[in-house]
């Protein structure tokens, strides 16, 4: 079954560790996404990716890279995690809808939820 | 630039009540539509979505008509169970924007038995 998986689902780390979130899907999506969801539930797209070698900044400035290696991957690293990095990251990818043009549907991960401590 | 604007929440219902969550948007063309749902500890799922002026989407006895007239998609359901408590989110998407995805900021919907 296709889908798009997400680890760790559940993170605690200390503050100036690095981290890295993974993100695999196994739908061949062109389009992967990273959000960030705050405790008010507001989602804030931080990273996109087009295609192998594309990634690109979102609508949150974010301190987290992300890179684009291969279509199936796109993992979020923190160099350096601090507490105000406590947050839920949702990966999600998607595709052009054949039947419908211009609708761009979206498959979520279950999340990674990160405290630092 | 494009933007949604939900009804804020928590809504609370009694099972089997009329489920009303009121979305609006603003867009420089002509955007898609979506609704979203994200049950508690998951990541979200498509709850329905419209694709032009007057299109309905509808799935699990849920319902939202693209009204291009007033910019609105406003997401209904007849008969609420347990069930579907969980936070549901507007959202948006135009070729012009590179087809990302614009979220209004959720409404938490909790049925009570």
């Known amino acids: 079954e296709a889908d798009i998986y997400q680890t760790p689902r559940y993170l605690v780390i200390g503050t100036g560790k690095k981290i890295t979130l993974e993100c695999s899907q196994t739908?061949?999506?062109?389009?992967m996404y990273w959000y960030q969801q705050d405790p008010g539930m507001e989602l804030h797209l931080i990273h996109y990716?087009?295609?192998?070698?594309?990634?690109e900044k979102g609508d949150l400035s974010s301190e987290s890279t992300v890179s684009r290696i291969r279509t199936e991957h796109f993992p979020l690293t923190l160099e350096s995690a601090r507490p105000s990095h406590t947050s839920q990251y949702l990966c999600?990818?998607?595709?052009?809808?054949?039947?419908?043009?211009?609708?761009?549907?979206?498959?979520f991960g279950a999340g990674s939820r990160l405290t630092v401590l | 630039g494009n933007s949604v604007t939900q009804m804020e929440g928590p809504v609370t219902l009694s099972e089997e009540a009329f489920l009303t969550i009121n979305c609006t948007y603003t867009?420089?063309?002509?955007?898609?539509l979506f609704w979203y749902v994200q049950y508690p500890g998951e990541g979200l799922q498509l709850l329905l979505k419209?694709?032009?002026?007057?299109d309905k989407g509808s799935n699990k006895g849920f319902e939202a008509t693209y009204r291009k007239e007033t910019t609105s998609f406003h997401l209904e359901k007849g008969s609420v169970q347990v069930s579907d408590s969980a936070v549901y989110f507007c959202?948006?998407?135009?070729?012009?924007?590179?087809?990302?995805?614009?979220f209004g900021g959720g409404t938490r919907v909790l049925v009570k038995p």
């Open positions: 999600a990818s998607s595709d052009r809808d054949t039947q419908d043009s211009g609708a761009n549907v979206l498959t």
């Open positions: 739908m061949g999506h062109d389009k």
């Open positions: 990716s087009y295609g192998v070698n594309s990634t």
């Open positions: 867009a420089t063309g002509y955007p898609s």
């Open positions: 419209a694709t032009k002026a007057d």
């Open positions: 959202a948006l998407s135009e070729e012009a924007a590179g087809n990302k995805l614009t």
